[in-house]
């Protein structure tokens, strides 16, 4: 059952990011709900668990979006893998340590689609990747509380264990 609330949520993230904040943008910028979730499922599940969340997140953002299909799906695992291998070391009831890294992510990423579009032939310019990169992770910042409150209580509740 978590699993379809998690599909159904990035769905609808995916369809506001490229509908409401498309009219929203700042510099650009709009916010990835889909790796805000990665991220927050890979603290509190682990890498594993993160890894495959985001691959499978990522494809359904890459399905939904039309663009290369498959380069969401290879970065949002690694950045799951990466977020839920440090889940040990994160401070869990603190907020702003989930903010950094969702920031950390959020470049991580953006480094990511870059290094994968270039493999695969794509025309992205690397600073044009890192300076749009910017604005998303304060759209990012800004919706993480929301997102964290949400996921920490959905999986420190003992009674969804």
Not at 90 to 100: D, I, R
Not at 107 to 121: E, K, Q
């Amino acid at each position: 059952m978590r699993v379809l609330v998690l599909f159904l949520v990035a769905f609808l993230g995916i369809v506001l990011r490229d509908t409401v904040f498309n009219g929203l943008s700042v510099a650009g910028g709009k916010p990835d709900f889909v790796l805000i979730m990665v991220v927050y499922f890979a603290i509190f599940r682990g890498s594993v668990q993160g890894g495959f969340l985001g691959v499978a997140l990522g494809l359904l953002e890459d399905l939904m979006t039309g663009r290369f299909i498959g380069i969401n799906a290879i970065c949002k695992g690694l950045i799951g893998f990466a977020a839920g291998y440090s889940e040990r070391n994160l401070h869990k009831n603190n907020f702003v340590v989930p903010m950094v890294a969702v920031i950390v992510a959020t470049f991580g990423n953006a480094v990511l689609y870059f290094l994968f579009s270039v493999l695969i032939g794509g025309n992205v310019g690397l600073n044009t990747m890192l300076f749009s990169s910017i604005p998303d992770a304060v759209y990012n910042m800004c919706f993480s509380p929301v997102f964290y409150a949400v996921f920490y209580r959905f999986f420190t509740n003992k009674t969804n264990s």
